[in-house]
């Protein structure tokens, strides 16, 4: 995630929000769960934060799902 007062926050949220990304990849994001909530609220978008211990085999949609090991 980098700086948690950067801009990286935003960049992930608006990133994982879009469904070409899933097409190619598995995201996987290392940082603070609390940071990434007050981003998703305040860009006003639909996802959800989830935490894991490992990648999950069931499909990742977008908007629905950020993954934090």
Do not use: N, Y
Not at 21 to 36: E, S
Not at 63 to 68: D, Y
């Amino acid at each position: 995630m980098g700086d948690p007062t950067g801009i990286g926050p935003e960049i992930i949220v608006k990133a994982l929000s879009k469904k070409p990304l899933f097409q190619i990849c598995r995201p996987v994001i290392f940082g603070d769960q609390g940071v990434l909530w007050k981003t998703i609220r305040r860009l006003g978008t639909h996802a959800t934060v989830e935490v894991f211990r490992e990648v999950p085999e069931e499909d990742i949609l977008p908007e629905r799902s950020f993954f934090f090991l």
